[in-house]
């Protein structure tokens, strides 16, 4: 049953800031010689995303999911200097890998595609484009709020860094539900209320173009978090149902405070790079940035939904 978590939690893996950034080790690994020497003498095996020729990775990435995401701050980056040896296909084949040991991937649109590219495709958030085709900043938000099952994990791939910007953010749900339930505890409230979060096109025949789900979520003692601003305010004008003055008030509240530098971990993911993140506690964004002339230079990512098993 769920409920309203009503007291300021102190637990440092639930609620950080920007000073994460001076302890690394709390996110950030290097996978062991051992494993990418186990790779390197199955690099055939890629190809066919074969699990059972990697039985040191599956074991590395296992206890990183345990320590870093699940018992940790909610996020796991993966040095992508571990891959030097290897070529962006490869790279990508072990990216997948991971991914399929970390849980199954979702499905990510009605195209049925498990695995998304993150690149400007000339797209806005104002004109019903999806964040990740488009090349604006801020924005902090977690994965598929307006479809009505969120993934569990995120996980994403730097394939090119961009000429200039892009850098990754990441901040705590608790950390600004702390802030609010001290500052604002009506406000909060109302962000446990359902909104309505546009699909943004991505739904079938018959089917409503919203998704109707709170915010915030306090259920079997955890803090589930869902938000993108964009979606609602589209949500409410396709439903034609206007924002309550307290709603707008917490959204703006919200946005503020995920915004705020001094809540929010800046790391500027480069080439094989490895992100995966807690998608229920953990927002994410980018700074705004310039792309390559070059198609072939141009920013890219790689991106999957991920269930837990």
């Not at 961009?162 to 500052?183: M, P, R, V, W």
Request: with cysteine; aromatic share 10%.
């Amino acid at each position: 049953m769920s409920g309203f978590l009503q007291e300021i939690i102190v637990d440092e893996n639930l609620v950080w800031d920007k000073s994460l950034g001076n302890k690394p080790e709390k996110f950030f690994v290097k996978l062991t010689s051992k494993t990418i020497d186990e790779i390197k003498r199955n690099r055939k095996e890629l190809e066919n995303i074969n699990e059972s020729s990697f039985l040191e990775l599956k074991n590395e990435i296992n206890e990183l999911k345990t320590e870093k995401i699940l018992l940790g701050v909610g996020l796991l980056i993966i040095d992508g200097k571990s891959f030097l040896d290897f070529s962006k296909d490869e790279i990508k084949k072990i990216y997948e890998i991971i991914c399929n040991m970390l849980g199954t991937l979702y499905v990510q649109n009605i195209k049925s595609e498990k695995i998304i590219e993150i690149k400007d495709r000339g797209k806005s958030m104002t004109s019903g484009g999806r964040y990740h085709q488009t090349k604006e900043g801020g924005s902090y938000h977690t994965d598929s709020p307006h479809w009505t099952n969120v993934p569990d994990l995120v996980g994403m791939l730097c394939i090119n860094h961009a000429k200039k910007g892009g850098i990754s953010k990441f901040a705590s749900a608790y950390t600004i539900h702390n802030q609010l339930l001290k500052e604002q505890k009506d406000v909060l409230k109302a962000l446990y209320e359902k909104f309505y979060f546009d699909k943004r096109g991505e739904f079938k025949n018959n089917e409503s173009e919203t998704v109707f789900e709170p915010i915030f979520i306090f259920k079997d003692n955890k803090l589930s978090f869902r938000f993108i601003m964009d979606y609602i305010v589209a949500g409410h004008e396709i439903q034609n149902v206007p924002l309550s003055k307290l709603q707008e008030t917490g959204l703006q509240s919200l946005k503020k405070i995920s915004e705020n530098k001094n809540n929010v971990l800046s790391y500027d993911l480069k080439a094989s790079d490895m992100a995966f993140f807690d998608n229920r506690r953990v927002l994410h964004g980018r700074t705004k940035f310039e792309d390559y002339e070059d198609e072939n230079k141009k920013r890219l990512f790689l991106r999957t939904w991920i269930k837990l098993e």
